[in-house]
C-alpha cells in the first residue's frame, strides 16, 4: 500500500488565485482530515470528512473548502489566495472517526503564495 | 480552551543519556493523547497513544491527570531518535490539537 498520497507535492500561486490540493487515502479508510502547517508551528486543524460528509471544521474562513467522493479521496478548496496562506498542507486517513483511530499522513503539499 | 503546549522548540542530548519531552494540555473533558513523530524527510507518523499504554521504540508516556501532562520519556537516546515530536490531543469532536512540536537532537 503506497500509503496517503498528497498532490501536487509543491504549489506556487499568487494572491487572489485558488487552489485544489488532492488526496488519497490509505484503501479501507474511509475519514480524511486536513491541517495547515505554518512554518514553525504544529499542524491546525481545517476539516474532517466520514462517508463524504463535514465532520469537523476547524477555525478557518469559508474561502477555505473540501469534499470528500465516494471512493473516499478528497480536495481542498482555496479561494482568494493570501500570502498568509503559505503553508505545507497534510492530508491524514484513518479508517473510522474515532476517538482512538490514529491517522496516518502523507507527505503534505507545498503551497506558496507570491 | 482547548491547548497542548510543548515548551521546548529543542532539546539536545547525549547518546546514551535519558530523554524526555514535555506536553502539557489544556482540556475540560477527558482526552485522548497522542505523540507522531517526524524523522528527517519522512511523512509524519505515530509513535505512541496514551489508550494503548505500549512502549514503542523504547519510547513511553503516561498521562498525568493532575499535572495536565503526558510527557515522552526514553531511557537511553540512540542517535536515531533526532526527530521532530509532536503532541496531539483528540478532543470530543474527534479532531486533532497539536502542540508547536519539539526538536530533538542526539549528539554522537
Known amino acids: 500500500d503506497a500509503g496517503v498520497t498528497q498532490s501536487p507535492t509543491h504549489l506556487i500561486k499568487t494572491r487572489g488565485q485558488h487552489v485544489t490540493l488532492r488526496c488519497s487515502p490509505i484503501s479501507g479508510h474511509k475519514s480524511v482530515s486536513w491541517y495547515q502547517q505554518v512554518l514553525g508551528q504544529g499542524p491546525q486543524f481545517i476539516f474532517q470528512?466520514?462517508?463524504?460528509?463535514?465532520?469537523g471544521r476547524g477555525n478557518f474562513p469559508d474561502r477555505f473548502s473540501a469534499r470528500q467522493f465516494p471512493n473516499y479521496s478528497s480536495e481542498l478548496n482555496v479561494n482568494a489566495l493570501l500570502l498568509g496562506d503559505s503553508a505545507l498542507y497534510l492530508c491524514a486517513s484513518s479508517l473510522e472517526t474515532g476517538l482512538y483511530q490514529p491517522q496516518h499522513f502523507g507527505d503534505g503539499t507545498r503551497l506558496s503564495i507570491l | 480552551a482547548q491547548r497542548v503546549t510543548q515548551p521546548e522548540k529543542l532539546l539536545s542530548v547525549f547518546k546514551g543519556a535519558p530523554v524526555e519531552l514535555k506536553c502539557n494540555y489544556s482540556y475540560s473533558g477527558s482526552p485522548e493523547l497522542f505523540w507522531y513523530v517526524q524523522y528527517s524527510r519522512q511523512r509524519l507518523q505515530l509513535l505512541l497513544r496514551h489508550i494503548s499504554r505500549e512502549s514503542i521504540k523504547g519510547f513511553t508516556a503516561d498521562l498525568n491527570k493532575g499535572e495536565t501532562s503526558f510527557h515522552l520519556k526514553k531511557p537511553f537516546a540512540q542517535e536515531e531518535d533526532s526527530a521532530m515530536y509532536y503532541c496531539?490531543?483528540?478532543?470530543?469532536?474527534?479532531?486533532?490539537?497539536w502542540g508547536a512540536g519539539t526538536k530533538l537532537i542526539i549528539k554522537p
Open positions: 496531539a490531543l483528540k478532543d470530543s469532536n474527534y479532531q486533532l490539537i
Open positions: 470528512y466520514y462517508e463524504k460528509e463535514e465532520r
